[in-house]
């Protein structure tokens, strides 16, 4: 029997057990043998499932006490967190749905039903995390739509055929040399249609679903830049081999799509998927000049949280890449002088701008550009004096690069504006013991030997000296011994005789 929404399962058995028990008690007919063996198996079971209760509500104090106990630490990792080298900013723009990070705290306990409404609360839309974000009630109601994008073309490959069999077909293109992206032309397009070139902005009717047919992925107008990153390379390899109204099926290895991570909730790690495509439309990419303030706003910070999504799986390069493609649109410069920006868009756009140049500088240092990193650092300083992550990352790379002095200034300031962040502290300890360590090396000084020309010879090791030859204390001692034993001996041996 399946359970309601948001009952447990045991819970409903157990209400089960006890209504069939009461209504045999209160029959006065003779018992049958199987009524009879019924009773005491029921009891069994309801023993059963109190001792599970008893153990699970152990359980739960257990890991209540171990929460609390663990706060602290909790509480002091996050604060080191926060300003370490490798966080990263993660906000965004209320209308637009940031990034998820994965939580390491476990959750509580829930059922089936519970774990299932959570997940549709908190699923992000495939296209979420695409150039194209919409307001959070468009992104439910397009991703609660249960009918299929393309109802003309649900052929076998779609709907039944196994990955394995498509991959091995020969009626499929190869769209890359590994084999691993194929395309299969379901309605072609005019002759003289044309294809898009890297670079240029696309639109995309597409939908993609895993081998057991589940749709990922949704979208009735997809549009991004080839070669921008906003999308997974499979959608932009194929895009860029479409002519303009075509229809395909397009199937991509995990390579060219979310790979050994996969993408939480929906994709599983290393799982191939199946899209159906059309070619819509394309264009030039438009001139972020050209675009009124609040469409750089909108284009930029969908950018910057791309760049999150691909920090957040180690992919720093990629990363490092949409965060200055988010800076690129991020500006209120325009053609026309006329149209100047107001107070509000100015203080919002350095705002993202802020955010943007910290994540930047987060990427150059996994990626170990560290002159990079200093001079992002620096732009981040210059909008915002007092923005702590870009003071303590300054101060930490001017001590890795030996100047000691304006990185104890730089940390202290950081210090000052949040004295309980320990990241901090450490670093100006070791601060310390680098500034001490080098003014006892002050005191001597290698000299080059250029300064004194071709007589190099003070600064040479001198060989070692030979000892002079000669017979040692210790070996005339001991032959006076011996001869005078001999002696004694002789002496001895002659006044017997």
């Known amino acids: 029997m399946e359970p309601e929404s948001g009952e447990p399962e045991e819970a409903m058995l157990e209400s089960e057990m006890f209504v069939k028990s009461e209504e045999v008690k209160s029959e006065e007919a003779i018992l049958q043998p199987w009524q009879v063996l019924q009773e005491p198996i029921m009891e069994l079971q309801r023993m059963n499932f109190t001792g599970k209760q008893d153990e699970k509500t152990a359980a739960e104090d257990k890991e209540d006490e171990d929460v609390s106990e663990t706060k602290e630490e909790m509480d002091n990792k996050l604060a080191e967190e926060m300003i370490s080298t490798d966080a990263i900013d993660l906000s965004s723009d209320p209308t637009n749905e940031p990034i998820s990070l994965n939580s390491h705290t476990s959750p509580p306990e829930t059922t089936e039903s519970d774990t299932e409404d959570i997940r549709k609360l908190t699923k992000t839309p495939s296209f979420g995390k695409t150039v194209r974000f919409m307001e959070i009630e468009a992104v439910e109601e397009r991703d609660s739509s249960v009918d299929t994008l393309f109802p003309d073309f649900e052929t076998e490959e779609w709907t039944t055929t196994s990955f394995e069999e498509l991959f091995l077909a020969d009626d499929w293109k190869v769209i890359t040399d590994d084999r691993l992206l194929k395309k299969k032309v379901l309605q072609a397009s005019p002759e003289n249609a044309l294809t ?34 906003d999308v997974n390379q499979a959608l932009e390899e194929c895009a860029i081999s479409m002519k303009q109204g075509e229809i395909a099926l397009l199937l991509a290895d995990s390579q060219y799509t979310y790979g050994h991570l996969g993408r939480e909730p929906d994709i599983p790690a290393w799982a191939p998927l199946l ?32 760049g999150n999504f691909y920090f957040q799986r180690e992919e720093y390069s990629m990363a490092a890449q949409a965060y200055c493609m988010a800076l690129d649109m991020l500006t209120t410069h325009a053609y026309d002088s006329q149209s100047c920006a107001t107070e509000e868009e100015e203080e919002e756009v350095n705002d993202y701008r802020v955010k943007c140049l910290n994540n930047l500088a987060a990427a150059q240092l996994k990626l170990g550009q560290f002159d990079e990193a200093l001079h992002t650092s620096q732009d981040v300083l210059f909008l915002d004096p007092q923005n702590v992550k870009a003071l303590f990352r300054k101060g930490k790379l001017l001590s890795d690069k030996g100047e000691y002095e304006e990185a104890m200034e730089i940390l202290k300031k950081a210090l000052k504006l949040e004295p309980s962040t320990k990241a901090i502290h450490a670093e100006l300890s070791k601060l310390v013991k680098r500034q001490s360590g080098e003014n006892e090396t002050q005191n001597w000084q290698a000299k080059p030997a250029q300064m004194f020309g071709e007589n190099i ?41």
Do not use: H
């Open 196 to 229: 898009p070139a890297w670079g240029q902005e696309v639109t995309l009717k597409m939908q993609g679903v895993l081998e057991d047919r589940t749709v990922v992925e949704k979208d009735c107008k997809l549009v991004f830049v080839i070669g921008e990153g």
């Open 275 to 306: 899209y159906q495509l059309q070619l819509l439309d394309f264009r030039e990419k438009p001139d972020p000049l050209s675009l009124p303030i609040p469409d750089r706003i909108r284009i930029g910070n969908q950018k910057r949280e791309r």
């Open 457 to 497: 010879a003070p600064f040479l090791t001198p060989p070692p000296k030979k000892k002079p030859f000669g017979i040692s204390w210790k070996f005339l001692l001991g032959a006076l011994v011996v001869a005078l034993g001999s002696l004694v001996t002789s002496v001895v041996l002659t006044a017997r005789n």
